[in-house]
């Protein structure tokens, strides 16, 4: 890695409108890195900054793993570009070929994207297309959750629950309800992995049912953990609640698995974690371990098979993007996928879990800490807000993180942490042994 000897800020940050961040304040005090190694970025005055949330929950497999390096330097040079409608290259077919592999049986047709809000769009686009080409056009009807996070196309808003992502931006799509999120701080504070309390949750898909009536509903979509609303972790039976649900009143069921996909539970999938399949899973990040954007939708046979023989045109589906399944995404997603087998990542994650909870419940009984919750290697410590300023404690908590040299993700006053596969023991211990330091601190 090249380390650089000074700052190497650019003169002026006011042309670069940056996404999910409090533009004024950062401006006034950047925190800009410049490389990134392994377990570590650096940041621009030249300190090494432990990464603890694998970016943004997608550099699994580290910074620079030298195959996925490598794979993208020879793939510009060989072929660069590709149109992919009615077109094809040898390694998109085998990034299909692989990922379906990995996927739960019965799940073997990829539709590749460039990010995850495109791979909801994606996905909600194939239920309802699924339902129409079936002759069942009346299933048009859309459920998401409360708190839900499907990214920011107009149709992962509309299903997704996070206020602050939907109120600004009109009205939406229409025709879709809500499940109820599942957080339960009263009866599930400090859970270890899944909560006991809350599976019936899932039976408000009754009442919805009842209400616009089954027939007229296309698909349910949940985030198997929900991640970036503050890591909401499934009650115990939960899903499987769901997908009996969904099967009795034929509604499709979308696992979206952006965050969990590629390992972060310690299995391919959430679905294989969790034993559920789903219809759909979506996917983007860890796919090409977010080297290059890059996104699928992992469908079902059945899905597939009744777009292939219910087909009204030669094209059977109306939708894709100049550059689903890129070559150097292609290449990327290779190459992740062959780095996760070969140094067995998955595997290291379901290892290393148990170590991961300790080390977040150590935090018990630290000031503020009101709830904290881990699976697989996510991790999220929950601070009690201040009065009439949500949101500003967790936000000093991040920066002085930063300060001490730890990246971690603040949603409000939930701390997320989700690091790299490849984390070691004692950089766990530098992670928790700092933010016990730090929220003592704290206001
Ligand atoms: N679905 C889920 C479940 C996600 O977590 C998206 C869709 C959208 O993906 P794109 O690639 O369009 O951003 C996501 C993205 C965080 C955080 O810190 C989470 C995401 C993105 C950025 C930050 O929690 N998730």
């Not at 379906?100 to 994207?113: C, E, K, Y």
């Not at 909600?124 to 708190?147: N, Q, V």
């Amino acid at each position: 890695m090249n380390a650089p000897t000074k700052p190497v800020m650019p003169n002026d940050l006011q042309n670069y409108w940056m996404p999910f961040t409090a533009n004024r304040a950062f401006k006034q005090d950047p925190r800009i890195v410049v490389s990134a190694d392994g377990m570590h970025y650096k940041s621009d005055d030249g300190r090494d900054i432990l990464d603890g949330t694998a970016g943004l929950w997608c550099v699994n497999a580290g910074h620079n793993a030298p195959r996925i390096t490598q794979a993208v330097q020879q793939q510009v040079a060989e072929l660069d570009y590709a149109p992919c409608f009615q077109f094809g290259h040898p390694k998109a077919f085998e990034l299909a070929n692989r990922v379906s592999a990995l996927f739960p049986d019965g799940m073997d047709h990829v539709f590749f994207t460039n990010s995850g809000s495109e791979s909801v769009d994606t996905a909600l686009k194939i239920a309802l297309h699924y339902h129409r080409m079936r002759g069942d056009a009346a299933r048009t009807r859309l459920i998401g959750r409360e708190r839900g996070y499907h990214g920011t196309g107009f149709g992962g808003i509309s299903v997704g629950g996070i206020v602050k992502n939907r109120m600004h931006f009109g009205s939406m799509l229409t025709g879709v309800d809500h499940l109820p999120h599942t957080h339960d701080l009263e009866k599930n504070a400090f859970a270890k992995g899944c909560p006991e309390h809350g599976a019936e949750k899932a039976d408000a898909l009754i009442d919805i049912a009842t209400l616009h009536d089954p027939s007229t509903i296309a698909a349910v979509i949940v985030e198997p953990m929900a991640g970036s609303t503050g890591v909401l972790l499934p009650p115990k039976g939960y899903l499987k609640r769901l997908r009996d649900l969904c099967d009795r009143y034929g509604i499709l069921l979308i696992f979206d698995e952006v965050i969990t996909g590629f390992g972060r539970l310690g299995a391919a999938t959430a679905a294989e974690f969790f034993g559920v399949t789903p219809d759909i899973i979506t996917t983007a990040k860890g796919l090409t371990n977010g080297v290059v954007p890059a996104g699928a939708v992992i469908v079902s046979n059945k899905i597939y098979d009744s777009a292939m023989e219910n087909a009204d045109a030669p094209i059977e589906l109306f939708h894709g993007y100049t550059y689903s399944g890129h070559p150097i995404a292609a290449a990327a997603g290779l190459a992740a996928l062959e780095t996760y087998r070969e140094e067995q990542m998955f595997e290291r994650v379901a290892d290393l879990s148990p170590y991961w909870e300790q080390a977040v419940h150590s935090l018990k009984g630290t000031k503020h800490v009101i709830d904290l919750r881990n699976l697989g290697l996510v991790g999220a410590i929950e601070l009690a807000p201040r009065e009439s300023a949500p949101g500003a404690r967790g936000m000093e908590v991040m920066l002085k993180a930063w300060e001490k040299g730890i990246m971690v993700r603040v949603t409000g006053d939930i701390l997320a942490l989700s690091p790299p596969f490849i984390i070691k023991k004692e950089q766990i211990d530098q992670i928790f042994n700092t933010l016990a330091d730090i929220l003592p601190t704290i206001d």
